[in-house]
């Protein structure tokens, strides 16, 4: 249900959305608003102009991209490697289960002061962090990914008498790709989140902490603009992976997404 | 065009399409469905006597199961009108049981046996305290009355159609309508099947009609067989099933009259693929 | 269902014991300064005072009645919201796609939002943690809802069911796998918020404590609330599993 479903339904689905905007920019010329935690979306669009104008948005969220790119390749990566040789290898598997089932419930989030003291502040602080963030439900999809691959490929690469490697690259990526991909489209977008919140609490760079920053500065319109911004960041990451999808994995497609 | 033979059996009157013994259970008048440009169904007309049991045949596409629905008012005919009782049938009525083909996605999984049927109860606001004796009743009439506590997932196909059975029983119907229900089922759970519901709808007295691909199963069940031709639906031929009942899978499937009947409807059907 | 296996408790038992010995090695050689992190030994002495009497043990319950609080707020207005869109085609037209739109925004943006309505006060943290927790349970109320087996409805309504029968009867029960799904997920989001709100606004917890320890550089103290917090979360997670798998006894017997 993304932009083919927003389209297809039209008019009723804008309907909400801008009856709000105009009752809101009503609302606040009718109020001759001035306040320190509300903005007309007029006030909004300007703020938004202004920043884009002077290159600290683009600034904010090269930052803010660049770290979640980083922590995504970095936790996904080692994630869905240690996932697939749990999946592989049962003696892995049922070793490090209870490790893992302790480790993972740790929420990241406790774990910034940890790294922040070890690395400071900064883009490798972020990066480690999102990392983090990303590892365990990497670990999960891609163990599952290679537990379901169909067992009798695997009867067939014992009867040709596969090499592990060979079976590896031969038979259990290229079965477990569509989910790596739908492992990577989830963890885009928890990155994205992983990263503002870290900007917000720790790392003074960034989309979170220039809507943290425009706040303290009494700035609501300059909020409210980065706000929307970043959801619209975070819908466009995940329109663009979707269609990717759509694009080199067509079967996977229809039995997601309503 | 409905050609009819005469009958010898006064139970249901001549074989046409109006019975003579006083008012008709359902009656089909003149009934048209059509999807934009596309009729699905073009003109049927049909009276159906309380207590008959009517057998739909015909090929694929030919509308049966459209027609099916329209009785069940699951479908609003384009034209035309079903009375049931001398009212039109403005949508679903209770009194009108529909058993579906796809017996899995009409039973609620999260309920027992004992829920499903109970299901029915609740809707026509039977009081809590009578539920139990009732279900139990229609469960072991069923055959299921030891799996009462199963879920769905835990029986077989065959069971979990009787249990779709049981549960458009407990709307106590004067109407059951059957969709090709055992046509998922092997050979002996159909037969068995066929029986059962033979003996349920002597004893409850119930109008059914039954929508089936299976000649053999219409004659079998049928004390009149509708055959449809398709592009757009519509009656070619009503014939009398002249078998005594109670019906007997042995000896009725070798009664003369039977293997007569189905080099008839054979040859129908042959016909009206060509 | 799982099979309890003896030697996968031995293995599992094993690989965690290597784990703490490798902990214990890497910090005994002091290849990281125990200013940042501390040995086993003194991690669990940390978190065996702080919650025996020390002030731990009320920092978790701030925390833990933080997050459930929340939780259960969200909770509520998630399935009762996503009931009443849930079930009408028409409200789903109209407000399906706007949630869509707002569903990848990120919960702990809002917190500037709530600070400035709300200042650093510990109803800015509930409601951030509210905010958060509520999309996952809203969208899969939704979600279960509108994906009601069809024939069902037709089944409904030559039943004659009344509209309040059909979705307490069969949609609710219909969407229960999605909406209890989500309700592990929206703990997992309180928790997480819980502790960056606590973070953020010095409210009174175990985020706040973790961060006050690491500004002392108490790192025993600081490893033992991350490992309450583990806890929590593995706790409150096991918990809502054995809820699931009671309540959806009918699945198991499919699989």
Known sequence: MRAAGLLKNGWRAALLPVTLVVLAQVTATVTQLESDTLASPFDIARAFVSVAADGSLLRATLDTLKAAAAGCILGVGAGSLLGIVLGLSRLADDALDLTIELLRPVPVVALIPVVMMLLGFGAEMEIVIIGLGLLWPSVVLARAAVKEVEPRLMEVSSVLQLGFLARLTKIVLPAILPQLFMSLKLAAGYALVVAVTVEITANPVGLGYGIMMAQQALRPAEMFAYLIWIGAIGWLISLLLNSAQRAFFPVFVKGEGR | ?274 | MKHFSLRKLFLGCGALALFILAWKLVTDAKLVSPIFFPGPERTYAALVKGLSGGAMLSQTLETVQRMLLGWLLASFVGVFLGALIGVSRRARAFIAPTLELLRPLPASAMIPIAIAFLGFSDNMVLVVIAFGALWPMLLATIHGFAAMEPRLYEVSAVLGLSRAQVIWKLALPSAMPMILASLRLGLTISLILAVVGEMLASRQGLGQSILAASRSFRSPDQFAGIVILGAIGLVGSRLLSFAERRLLRWQAVSR
């Open chain 2, 1 to 274: 065009m409905v050609v009819t033979q005469l009958s010898t059996r006064p139970r249901h009157g001549e074989g046409n399409s109006t019975p003579t013994s006083g008012e008709a259970r359902i009656r089909i008048r003149d009934v048209t469905l059509s999807y934009g440009s596309l009729q699905i169904i073009g003109g049927i007309s049909l009276d159906i006597a309380p207590g008959e049991t009517i057998c739909v045949i015909g090929p694929s596409g030919c509308g049966k199961t459209t027609l099916l629905r329209m009785l069940a008012g699951l479908a609003r005919p384009t034209s035309g009108s079903v009375e049931l009782d001398g009212s039109v049938l403005g949508g679903p009525n209770r009194s009108v049981a529909i058993v579906f083909q796809d017996y899995g996605k009409a039973l609620l999984p999260w309920r027992t046996a004992a829920g499903n049927v109970s299901l029915a109860l609740e809707a026509r606001g039977c009081p809590g305290a009578e539920r139990p004796a009732i279900i139990r009743e229609l469960l072991e009439k069923i055959g299921l009355g030891r799996h009462a506590d199963k879920y769905p997932a835990e029986m077989s196909g065959g069971m979990q159609q009787r249990l779709q059975i049981a549960r458009c029983l407990a709307q106590e119907p004067k109407v059951l309508l059957m969709d090709e229900p055992f046509g998922a089922l092997d050979a002996m759970t159909r037969q068995a099947l066929q029986d059962e519901v033979l003996g349920l709808v002597a004893t409850t007295g119930a109008t059914m009609v039954f929508v089936t691909h299976d000649l053999e199963e219409a004659i079998y069940l049928g004390d009149r067989i509708i055959c449809l031709q398709p592009n757009p639906g519509r009656v070619g031929r009503v014939v009398d099933v002249r078998l005594t009942r109670p019906r007997d899978q042995l000896l009725t499937r070798e009664d003369p009259e039977f293997l007569r009947l189905r080099r008839e409807l054979y040859d129908l059907i042959k016909d009206d693929h060509q």
